[in-house]
């Protein structure tokens, strides 16, 4: 066991060190990093608009998974859309689940274990301070996933990731965002006034 915890360190390290010379390396992803930071920082002048484009969250995204999912998700790719964005992976849900340190029964794992495509689209609506993140659409290995099943999926792989996030109802942004807006073409953070 304890070969296993420090083989899932260096994974874990090693996919970090990767992912700051991937960021490091990508000037797109080093823009969204800027500019995230600036954000978070409570550094945005009042009344300006961040402008993310889909080349730089696509770079941003590539670099950043390794420091979040240790293992199992690969190739993630997002395409954005009318206040919409859609993201795809290729998902192994046994080892992202091993790479957390989480046990798995043998059932599920059989379920569960190989590289899937994944497809998750979700309509993003936000004003005033506030979003909503609804799922549109769930896809494992082309095919649709809704109900319990779904469920189970978000409690188990993606809630143990971000914990605080809200999946269909109303959340606050950050202090100084007064909202996003989506395009086919970019992202864009509008600061308040």
């Known amino acids: 066991m304890r070969v296993l915890c420090n083989l899932s360190l260096r994974a874990s390290l090693l996919a970090v060190l990767i992912a700051v010379n991937l960021i490091a390396a990508d000037p797109l992803a080093q823009r969204v990093t800027r500019k995230l930071d600036i954000i978070e920082t409570g550094k945005a002048k009042p009344g300006s608009i961040y402008v ?17 999912v240790a293992q199992g998700l690969r190739e993630p790719r997002l395409e954005l859309g009318a206040n919409r964005a859609t993201g795809y992976a290729l998902v ?48 494992i290995g082309g095919l649709a996933v809704s109900g319990s099943t779904l469920d ?23 202090d100084q965002i007064d909202r996003i807006e989506i395009t086919p073409a970019e992202a864009r953070v509008y600061i308040k006034k």
């Not at 993310?52 to 979040?68: D, G, M, Y």
């Not at 190989?114 to 005033?128: L, N, P």
């Open 52 to 68: 993310f484009t889909t080349a730089e969250l696509n770079a941003w995204a590539r670099a950043k998974v390794p420091t979040v």
């Open 92 to 139: 192994d849900f046994l080892k992202m689940r091993e790479g957390a340190g989480e046990q798995t029964n043998w059932l599920i794992s059989k379920l569960i274990q190989g590289e899937k495509a994944v497809k998750v689209t979700a309509r993003i609506q936000s004003a005033k301070g506030r979003a909503t993140v609804n799922l549109e659409r769930v896809e």
């Open 152 to 174: 189970f999926l978000i409690h188990t792989f993606f809630m143990p990731l971000y914990p605080n996030a809200k999946i269909g109802e109303p959340f606050e942004l950050a």
